[in-house]
């Protein structure tokens, strides 16, 4: 009986615990959208906006200075994830294997960059002498393979039966087959769960586009955003130099979600598999 109380208790003070939690998280989010919704400066918190507004909208999308950044961030996206899926799998497969001679020695040294950083100034200008800045592949290649995606991807491939390889062997695969046409058709769950975490960091980047990156017309979506969410900067358009207001912040911020919001659905039944097997496999 005092298991059942006890248990009722737990389940109890579980539900109270994610309601809050999930509160901390939807609540800022209707705040969002209500001050995107709202023609004039609130006070405060609230649900609903008093009155129906889509004029940050329609300003925000008739901004010439705002589309280029949003491709800007689509192309940095695109390039990234396409980049860093390629190298993860490919390196993943590689070290799967067991009997890959020195394998502990590559295992050592793609560890120490994780744990030990030489920090902003070397990372400069390494990319400086590699000829890579005001590009977008200043901000791509430095983070091109995560090590944490890395271990997922050869966890994962690790799981799977090694028999499958082994017959493809046999029948005279070599190892880009066997990767490409065997293991990547199984793999959807992993590719899907490490796209959505490469693609959310490349969407978000905003410090590297700051630090490699001179060129305005070159800024990303993320970049803009920030400079008018914490410099309060003002935007250039047609007519001249316009002052901000909360509302197109908000919305801009918004917008700024959007994409992660439609992929995430996509992936959710792959993400939570991959994530699972690629953790505890190996």
Excluded at 20 to 40: A, G, W, Y
Excluded at 198 to 203: L, Q, R, T
Excluded at 224 to 238: I, P
Aim: hydrophobic share 50%; aromatic share 14%.
């Amino acid at each position: 009986m005092k298991d059942s109380i006890s248990r009722k208790i737990f389940i109890v003070c579980n539900y109270i615990f994610f309601i809050i939690f999930s509160l901390t998280i939807i609540l800022p989010f209707i705040n969002i959208i209500t001050i995107s919704l709202s023609e004039t400066k609130m006070m405060g918190f609230q649900l609903f906006p008093s009155k129906l507004y889509f004029g940050a909208y329609k300003d925000l999308f008739t901004r010439g200075s705002l589309v280029r950044p949003f491709v800007n961030s689509i192309i940095i996206t695109v390039m990234g994830l396409a980049t860093s899926l390629f190298f993860t799998i490919t390196f993943g497969y590689a070290i799967m294997k067991k009997d890959l001679i020195g394998l502990n020695v590559i295992l050592v040294i793609i560890m120490i960059p994780y744990f030990f950083n030489g920090g902003m100034i070397p990372n400069y200008l390494l990319v400086r002498d590699l000829k890579l800045i005001n590009t977008y592949w200043a901000v791509v290649l430095p983070k091109a393979i995560g090590f944490t995606y890395l271990l997922l991807a050869r966890n994962y491939f690790r799981s799977l039966p090694e028999s499958l390889s082994e017959s493809a062997r046999m029948d005279g695969a070599g190892e880009w087959r066997i990767l490409f046409k065997i293991m990547l058709p199984l793999s959807k769950p992993i590719i899907a769960a490490i796209s959505l975490f490469y693609g959310v960091s490349y969407w978000n980047e905003w410090f590297k586009v700051i630090l490699y990156i001179y060129d305005q017309s070159k800024f990303t979506f993320q970049v803009v955003l920030r400079n008018l969410v914490v410099e309060s900067q003002n935007v250039q358009t047609g007519t001249g130099t316009q002052e901000v207001g909360e509302n197109i912040k908000m919305a801009m911020t918004l917008v700024g979600m959007i994409p992660i919001l439609i992929v995430y659905p996509l992936l959710q039944k792959h993400f939570a598999k991959g994530i699972l097997v690629g953790s505890v496999k190996g």
